[in-house]
Structures are given as C-alpha cells and as structure tokens.
C-alpha cells in the first residue's frame, strides 16, 4: 500500500477498487435496513385516529415503511362498521395494493372488546394512563427483534405519557404528533406560567386576559381548554395532561396538523423551544374518501338526498364521534330548527347523550321536518360537507371538522362540547371569522339557535362568512402547493428524521 500510496501511476486503479468494494459490500438487504420505519401509535378515538392514518400514508408514499398500531377495540369497531368484512380484515390491505409498504398490528387497551369505554370514561382513561404502555413496549419489543427493515422511528400521539421511556429503551427517534391546532398545544405547553399568574390550578382562577403565553396574543379564561376551566384538576385526564406535557418536552421533533401562515406566532415561538414543524392539514388524496377505514360507524349514504336539494341550501349538524351533549340542548336544537325552516341533515350518533340515554328527540320530531330534514346515526363527512348542497356546518369544533370545512369553504356555528373545542371556536370565530357562536349565554335556547342558523345561511352576516372563509382557505391551499410551507416543512420534517437516525 505504501508502494501505491507514492505511485501516481497507480491511483486511478485505487480509486475502481475502491468504489468496487464499497459497492459489493452495500448488499440490497444493506440497503433496505437504511429505509426509515415507523411505528406509529394514535390514541384510541376517532379523531386522533383519522390523521394518523392520513399521515401514515402520506410517509409511506415518501419511501417509509410504517407499522401501523390500533387497539383491538378500535379494530373491532371499524371493522364491524365496514360492510361486507371479516374479523380478520386488515384495514391497510388496499394501502399495500397500491404499493406502500404499511403493516398492521392491533394491542390491547387493557379491557374486554365489550366493556363501554364511552359510558366508564374515567376507567378507561386510568387504563389508557397506566397499562397501555406495557402492550406498546411488548410489541415495540417484538418488532424491533424481528422487523426488516429495522425500526428507526416512534410516531406516537402527544398525549401519550410513556413516549421518550419507549423511544429511548429501543433507541427510536421519538416524534410527537399533536392533532389540534398549535394554540392548544402552546397552552398546554406553558401550564406552568398559567398557574403562576393565578389562571389555572387556584382556588380561585383570574378571570382578566391572559397575556403572557409565549406566542400567543391575548385569550380570554372562556376561550382555554375545558380541562384549563375546571375546577376540580386532580381526575385522570389531568393527570394525563401533566405528564404528556412533561413528556413532549423530551421528543426529539412535534409535528402538528395545522398551517404556520395559520398560526404562525405562535408556532415561531414554539420552535425556540423544540423543533416542530406544521405540516398539516393532512387530508387524503385529493379529499376523497380514503383507502382505509377509519370509521368507528356504518356510514349512511346521504348523496342521493343531497341531491334533490338546491345548491348551498343544507345545514350540516354534527357533534363529531366523542364528545357528549346534554338532553336540554339537543331539544332545543331540535326546535330551532324546526323554527328556522331550514333544510339540513343532522348527525345523531346513539350515544350522543349517553349510553344510557337513546331517547332524546323531542316526540314528533322527526314526522314534523318531512322532506326538509334527514337524521342518520352516522356519514362520511368529507363525502357530505363537499356537496354543493351544503351551506353551513353546526359543529362541535372539533379539528379535524374545521380544517375539513376550510378546505370545503363552508362557514361554521360553533357549539363547542369538550376540551380543544372552545380553543379551536376561538381562532374560528374571532382570529379567522369564519364563525359565529351558537350561544353567547350560558343557556341555550330554541330562539337563539334559530338566530343564528338564520344568519349563518342567508343575508349580510352568511356574505362575509363565506368571504373570509375564501380567503383562508386560499392560504391553506398555497401551503398545500408545491412550494408551500406545509409541503416544504414536510419535507424539512423527515430530513430531521434521516439525521436523527443515523445519529442514533
């Protein structure tokens, strides 16, 4: 070598044997074993569920292998949702027919398939808190022993708490996915400076403007998360929130399902702390319904009713897949739309109210709306809210709903139940303004809900809506095309992951 190494005659012979080596001794397995594989974990509802999916397959058409995990509950229910399936179905077997490389395994949450997670919520949650992280490490274990190519990566909801103990043990870069918005996740980031000021966990929480989060302007105590209204912070969920927000602190990157042109302070900010990266919405091809089930119902079939109905002139209501209402407030839904004559399709899932509690419609209601009104328990709402006969959307304000409605340019009346919701009403109806409120009082009433059906669907206040409504949904658009933020931050996202890897 010495001899070569002082021969210039000789080296453009070292240099073919070089490349030749190095070429032989890269083996196609070799290479394969480069490939990124995530196994991703969403929490056990429906609309964390959704955009795992959606991101599942948006990864895996960029070259990732993806092992894909639901609970066994949560299989059980789409598949028994699905017509014409098996109990043996795997919902990514259309996905790998057309050539991405998904894999599907199913854990158990702890319960039997016929216990009611809805009705025990609490139970439920203690069992999601404390032992679903031992059937996630024994399946993390089994894949990463046996997995080719080698797992790399752990996509796992934010508000799991055991995400950096299980990235860690197996040596896995540990990403954070949030499905709400930012602001949401800025709050409960920053639950340490509300309870500082008085805002959060006091006998007696402030009720003056909260003007010191980190990238966030100003937000009124009304307007943070149920779980930050509460008086009572020592049950399950809470708990969940303390550690998960302690946790996330440790990921090596969070990636979040909205837009930074949307939220762009407050995502700034967030990135002087960790990287993240807003790469959303995350919708399917070209906003159709998906390859995969994702759905906890059978979906009722509403497009032969649309279509008797004049262009922009239905009213959708739907309260999403979780959260519940009360008794009182379905009534007197049920009658302001009775009063407002409009024509709609309503939503109704069984356990809207409860478990418990089927029978929640005012008596005669259904024979008094006649061919105006159509009640179904369930529907693909992307399928719904893109006909042309929709005119507005009485929603829940859950997330996934309002960046479907965006991109769908449908105004909205925001009713919100639960948690992220009167967060999200906020940034729809003051920041955007592509909302109104269903309720400004504390009780709601028949006369009100009239109201603002009227205004949402007709006249002067419906115009703006629907141009304001434009002009977001021009911006979520430019951050979908090719030189947009959500695309470019997409991509910036697994070159972090790559680097990530090959560090570990």
């Not at 779980?227 to 996330?248: G, P």
């Amino acid at each position: 070598m010495l001899q070569l190494a002082t021969n210039p005659s000789y080296y453009p012979c070292l240099c073919l044997c070089l490349c030749l080596c190095l070429c032989l001794s890269t083996t196609p397995m070799e290479d394969e074993n480069q490939k990124p594989h995530a196994i991703m974990v969403p929490y056990p509802l429906q609309g964390h569920i959704i955009p795992f999916v959606h991101l599942a397959m948006k990864l895996a058409s960029k070259g990732f292998t993806i092992t894909f995990v639901n609970t066994q509950s949560i299989n059980h229910q789409i598949i028994k949702a699905q017509p014409n399936s098996t109990t043996n179905h795997d919902i990514f077997t259309e996905a790998r027919q057309s050539g991405l490389d998904i894999r599907y395994r199913t854990i158990s949450d702890g319960f039997p398939l016929g216990f009611d997670r809805s009705l025990n919520h609490d139970q439920f949650m203690e069992g999601v808190r404390h032992v679903f992280s031992a059937h996630v490490d024994e399946i993390v274990a089994d894949i990463d022993a046996q997995s080719n190519p080698k797992l790399t990566c752990l996509i796992s909801d934010t508000f799991f708490v055991w995400s950096s103990a299980i990235a860690t043990k197996y040596k896995l870069v540990n990403i954070s996915f949030w499905t709400e918005p930012a602001l949401v996740f800025t709050l409960y980031y920053h639950l340490d400076l509300l309870e500082i000021n008085g805002h959060f966990a006091s006998i007696d929480n402030r009720e003056d403007t909260i003007d010191y989060i980190p990238g966030v302007r100003a937000i009124e105590p009304k307007d943070l998360m149920s779980y930050l209204q509460a008086t009572d912070i020592s049950t399950v969920v809470h708990k969940i929130i303390f550690k998960a927000f302690e946790d996330v602190k440790r990921a090596d990157i969070i990636i979040c399902n909205t837009v930074h042109e949307l939220e762009s302070d407050t995502i700034s900010a967030l990135q002087e702390k960790q990287p993240i990266y807003a790469i959303g919405p995350i919708f399917p091809k070209g906003f159709t319904k998906g390859l995969v089930a994702t759905s906890l119902w059978s979906e009722s079939d509403c497009t032969k009713w649309l279509n008797t109905m004049p262009h922009g002139s239905v009213l959708y209501v739907s309260f999403g897949s979780y959260a519940h209402a009360s008794k009182k407030d379905i009534v007197e839904i049920a009658y302001g739309l009775l009063l407002s004559e409009v024509r709609f399709i309503w939503v109704l899932r069984d356990d809207i109210v409860s478990s418990n509690e089927t029978d929640f419609l005012p008596i005669g209601f259904e024979d008094r709306i006649k061919d105006r009104g159509l009640i179904v328990p369930w529907c693909c709402q992307i399928s719904v809210i893109s006909h042309q006969a929709i005119g507005g959307f009485l929603t829940h304000c859950g997330w996934n709903s309002i960046l479907e409605s965006i991109w769908c340019s449908i105004p909205l009346l925001c009713f919100p139940l639960l948690t992220d919701q009167f967060t999200n009403r906020k940034l729809v109806v003051d920041d955007w303004q592509i909302g109104l409120n269903l309720s400004d009082a504390k009780q709601l009433t028949r006369d009100e809900v009239e109201e603002k059906i009227s205004r949402l669907m007709s006249g002067k206040t419906s115009d703006e809506l629907k141009r304001n409504m434009k002009q977001i949904r021009k911006t979520v658009e430019n951050a979908l095309s090719r030189d947009g933020s959500s695309v470019k931050n997409f991509n910036q996202f697994i070159n972090k992951v790559e680097i990530k890897i090959r560090k570990k």
